[in-house]
């Protein structure tokens, strides 16, 4: 059982950035590849970034291609999404996962393990 906590969302005006971490409680952090997904009320989960397990490839959806950045530091267990240029339409409650599979890192039914979700709000 690997449990997941994200940390760093909050209140953001349009145009802030905010840094999202999610910080795995076991080592074997390493062998999973990372994903986040944000869900907005009255909508479903949806994909956001997804990071392999070396780091090696990012993949990310096409509304946030440009502006989010996600990474990860495995001797820290754990992963990050850097969101700059933030929108209205961000605002949503954000979640890490984990997957020990390689491939459709865009479906969250794919996903191990999940945090808890961290709420990100962004005001104009």
């Known amino acids: 059982q690997v449990q997941l906590v994200e940390s760093g969302g909050g209140l953001a005006q349009v145009g802030d950035s905010l840094t999202l971490s999610c910080t795995a409680s076991?080592?074997?952090?390493?062998?999973?590849?990372v994903g986040w997904f944000r869900q907005a009320p009255g909508k479903e989960r949806e994909f956001v970034a997804a990071?392999?397990?070396?780091?090696?490839?990012?993949y990310y959806t096409d509304s946030v291609e440009g502006r989010f950045t996600i990474s990860r530091d495995n001797d820290k267990r754990t992963a990050y999404l850097q969101m700059s240029s933030l929108k209205p339409e961000d605002t949503a409650k954000y979640y890490c996962?984990?997957?020990?599979?390689?491939?459709?890192?865009?479906?969250?039914?794919?996903?191990?393990?999940w945090g808890q979700g961290i709420q990100v709000t962004v005001s104009s």
């Open positions: 996962g984990i997957t020990v599979l390689s491939f459709s890192l865009s479906l969250a039914t794919k996903y191990d393990y």
């Open positions: 076991e080592p074997t952090f390493r062998v999973y590849a």
């Open positions: 990071i392999t397990r070396d780091g090696t490839n990012t």
